[in-house]
């Protein structure tokens, strides 16, 4: 029986449930001492001096750096967002680093700095980057920005914001590295491994050969995680030059100014349209606050590119800028453009729909896509699916109508509750991926991914994939990852990709295995042989698929004992309708999130119970950028949403219930596995779909009411509940 | 300071620094599964119990529970066994850093209360944070263990 498409629970949780998951803070080579940073409480400011002479008098300290192998410490002598690195310390503890950091003294020259993005473009504005001239990042034009908006009979103008959130995946950034005098080991809570090694090697002058990039376990990381930070490298660099091993764990409050936040985009738009609600022409700005350094590059690109969702705007161009303002670096985040993308698209649709007081669900309808695949304006194109009659089919599947009725009845009762409905087209995977399946002597099998999962689950995902492309059982299929020592290239875990792009590499590794296996069997066997259930048999007898390994690895056959395989996945996109139902409290203006639905066609689902858990996590993700969480600077450029304690992130009591359903004839991706990706939809749906359930019901008490910007706060709704 | 600290049933005694935290000291005797997520008390991920009682281990001095018996996320028992079993079946663990507070909390909430609601696992459970999960599957799992 076919493995993929069960709902088999993961083999990966009997470390996690035991309590012996290793995560970077678990990993303590003898005698390692601990790094920590001195970081810059100014948004902007000129370093003059940092004097750690009093610090390094303490023989608990072993060293202090203001430079080392690797990105500038405060380039060209300037920190340019609050907790930007300046020095850093390496004591014996943690406790002793933590008095010896205190006692670095630093003398910043205050510069005018700025955290508006608006502002940051204005003439005079302080310039974070004095040599680019200007706090432009980047630009680009998309589509033909300068016809979209021409001729149609209704106009409608308007300005929609995403706001900065923080990932706060539950495990901080840290990074362990030991040196043996040939090998630079270093591990790090990351989603890029390779990169890691290579950055680490390129600054030490190293070759890759010495240099060993590990992932442990890895508690989380949504994106944040998938750039080779300066502090990984600086701590390999300091345990390279000591010889002993270095550790540096982030606290949570430094992890929250120092690791990348998401979204912060503003869209302003014209959108043109007839009195049907059908869309003649879109034309749109993205203004993206990209924070100090520009790491998080193609963010607005891609929410630029995918700014017309599923529907068929043929006359559509976006100007994107993206802009350097005084905070933390912006980065990917579950979704990485295409939940902006989503919600721009998606409100225009609701306002088209209330300037002529149709159905929402009818403008979308009028809209969508119909025949793919379809290349959008901006050049990407939608591979596969059937949007109108998906949307047909989950409209049914999700009670969509029977739930507004509902809404009604409760409304009679007094009770305030709203429906929201959102459909996104997102686009997934990217660039190679290399697997490696490797036959054991007594006749399981290893797979090496490429991938770097963390959480996810994509180890059950692929054993299953292997296990039945082999013809054997689960149990006899491992898999692996996170180690330069046991594959030496990849790209990771990101972009919904892993499934599909490793997934896909472990497929064609895996049979390439059989095939060669299969000419080992007959000539074991001397003649022609078939295979089934990990046995081959011909006219002359049968062997196991155990016996034909045993007989490569002792010279008595000739064939492939592994394959590796570098699989290049091109882009493909996952369709979906998500419904939402908010409660809201109209003295408080509280919104308590109740129930939500989904209907997805990602193609192939190899795992259900798996898929769903990815669907739960991502709408809690989206839910929360809707109504909880705000990334908020003071206009001191302090970040005053600093930790845990003063950001909101969802709790067990935020959380709605929710009810996934995947399409029961998907339409399957061009890769061998015939996936597309599950890992971001809740990210990318949930939040409009949730923003147009408390505008549904807002608007019993204040019709008109409209949603433009993210979170909605008790203090935002209470605002839109008032005249 | 000297402190004794019976953990998971085995008694260790500590020389400690008045100031180290209980955490600290927990996972330096080699019980790691019990994480450290913040730094404000927020986020449960160092939950442990204490005397029967789930306690956030990052905001207690190790010398201020001298004496007590603290169960971890190591520990193995009946009722931790059902938990686990369940967990996996309901796939209630994603990347797992959460995973020890969430099993203590589960633990002193069914140490008291065979059959909760769902209500009530989430009302007991909230000073855990899972930024994976969406809670769901958790609920499920305690109330099904
Ligand atoms: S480490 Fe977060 S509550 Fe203890
Ligand atoms: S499983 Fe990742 S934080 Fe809960």
Redesign the pocket.
């Known amino acids: 029986m076919r493995l993929v498409g069960r709902p088999i629970p993961r083999v990966e949780d009997a470390r ?1 449930l035991r309590g012996r998951a290793t995560y970077l803070d678990d990993i303590e080579p003898p005698g390692t001492l601990h790094a920590g940073f001195v970081r810059s409480p100014y948004p902007h400011a000129r370093v003059l001096r940092v004097d750690m002479s009093d610090a390094l008098s303490d023989p608990r300290v072993i060293a202090g750096y203001t430079s080392l192998p690797g990105p500038p410490m405060a380039p060209g002598g300037k920190v340019r967002f609050q907790g930007e690195a300046v020095a850093m310390l390496v004591a014996v503890d943690r406790y002793a680093l933590a008095d010896a950091l205190e006692r670095v003294v630093v003398d910043y020259e205050p510069l005018p700095h700025v955290v508006d993005p608006a502002k940051a473009l204005e003439e005079g504005a302080p310039l974070l980057h004095e040599e680019n001239g200007s706090n432009v990042a980047h630009t680009a034009r998309y589509g033909s920005p300068d016809a979209a908006g021409a001729a149609a009979p209704r106009v409608l103008e308007g300005e929609l914001r995403v706001q900065r959130v923080v990932p706060a ?3 901080p950034r840290g990074v362990v590295a030991a040196y043996d005098g040939h090998t630079l080991t270093v591990w790090s809570s990351t989603q890029v491994p390779y990169d890691v090694r290579k950055e680490v090697a390129g600054a030490l002058g190293l070759p890759l050969s010495r240099v060993r990039a590990v992932q442990p376990d890895v ?2 990381a949504f994106g944040s995680k998938l750039i080779v930070y300066p502090e990984e490298v600086w701590v390999a660099a300091a345990a390279y030059l000591l010889g002993r091993p270095v550790k540096w764990v982030a606290t949570r409050s430094e992890d929250f100014r120092a690791t990348t936040h998401g979204r912060d985009m503003g869209l302003a738009f014209r959108v043109g349209f007839d009195g049907s609600g059908r869309v003649r022409s879109l034309w749109g700005r993205i203004t993206c606050d990209v924070g100090a350094y520009h790491w998080g590059e193609g963010l607005s690109d891609i929410a630029a590119r995918m700014l017309t969702g599923p529907y068929d705007i043929r006359e559509a161009g976006v100007e994107v800028v993206d802009v350097y303002t005084n905070k933390t670096p912006l980065g990917a985040y579950r979704g990485a453009g295409r939940p902006e993308a989503t919600f721009f698209v998606e409100r225009i649709m609701d306002m088209v729909a209330d300037e002529l007081g149709l159905d929402p669900v009818e403008v979308r309808r009028a809209n969508l896509v119909r025949g793919l695949p379809y290349t959008n304006p901006f050049g990407m194109t939608y591979d596969t699916g059937d949007y109108t009659g998906t949307l047909e089919a989950a409209l049914s599947r999700l009670g969509y109508y029977e739930l507004l009725r509902w809404a009604d009845e409760e409304w009679a009762r007094g009770r305030l509750v709203g429906v929201g409905l959102s459909i996104y087209v997102e686009v997934t995977t990217f660039g190679f991926e290399t697997a490696i399946v490797r036959a054991e002597p007594d006749g399981s099998f290893t797979v090496v991914t490429g991938t770097t999962p963390h ?1 996810q689950g994509v180890a059950t995902g692929i054993a299953q994939i292997v296990a039945d492309e082999l013809e054997v059982p689960l149990e006899s299929v491992r898999v692996v990852w996170g180690d330069t020592a046991l594959v030496q290239d990849g790209i990771g875990t990101m972009g919904s990709r892993s499934i599909t792009a490793g997934g896909s590499a472990a497929l064609l590794a895996a049979r390439r295995l059989r095939e060669g296996l299969k000419a080992a069997a007959e000539q074991l066997l001397g003649s022609p042989v078939q295979y089934s259930g990990g046995r081959f048999w011909g006219p002359n007898g049968e062997a196991q698929i155990g016996d034909v390994v045993r007989a490569i690895y002792r010279g008595r056959a000739s064939g492939p004992l592994e394959a590796y395989e570098v699989y290049n996945a091109r882009s493909t996109y996952p369709f979906g309708v998500h419904v939402a139902v908010v409660e809201v409290d109209p003295e408080t203006g509280h919104v308590r999130p109740v129930l939500y639905r989904s209907y997805d066609d990602a193609g192939e689902i190899v795992n259900p119970l798996l898929a769903e858990g990815q669907i739960h ?1 991502g709408v809690l993700q989206g839910v929360g950028q809707a109504l909880y969480e705000e990334a908020v600077y003071d206009g001191e450029g302090n970040l005053i949403t600093a930790n845990l304690a003063l950001y909101g992130v969802p709790t067990f009591a935020e959380a709605p219930r929710y009810e996934v359903r995947f399409a029961e004839r998907p339409h399957r991706s061009e890769h061998p596995t015939g996936t597309k990706g599950v890992g971001e939809i809740g990210a990318i749906a949930a939040t409009p779909a949730v923003v147009r359930a408390v505008e549904h019901a807002v608007r019993r008490v204040r019709p008109g009411a409209r949603a433009t910007s993210t979170p909605l706060t008790p203090e935002k709704v209470w605002m839109m509940l008032r005249p | 300071m000297r402190v004794g600290l019976r953990v998971n049933g085995t008694f260790h005694e500590v020389d400690v620094e008045p100031r180290a935290l209980l955490v600290h000291v927990l996972r330096g005797l080699g019980y790691r599964s019990v994480r450290v ?1 913040c730094d404000t008390a927020t986020c449960g ?1 160092c939950t442990v119990l204490i005397d029967g009682r789930p306690a956030k281990s990052c905001n207690l001095l190790a010398v201020q529970v001298d004496g007590a018996e603290i169960v971890t996320a190591e520990h193995a028992d009946g009722l931790l066994e059902r938990l686990r079993k369940s967990f996996n079946a309901h796939h ?8 020890s507070g ?1 099993l203590m909390a589960a633990y002193a909430l069914l140490s008291r209360r065979e059959r909760p609601s769902e209500d009530e696992v989430r009302e007991h459970m909230a000073g855990v ?5 969406g809670y769901q599957n ?1 609920v499920r799992a305690v109330v099904e263990a």
């Open positions: 996690i995946a539950m495990e508690g989380g959480g996590g | 997520g991920a209630a663990a994603q990347c797992g850093y959460c995973t969430m944070l899972c930024r994976c999960t958790i």
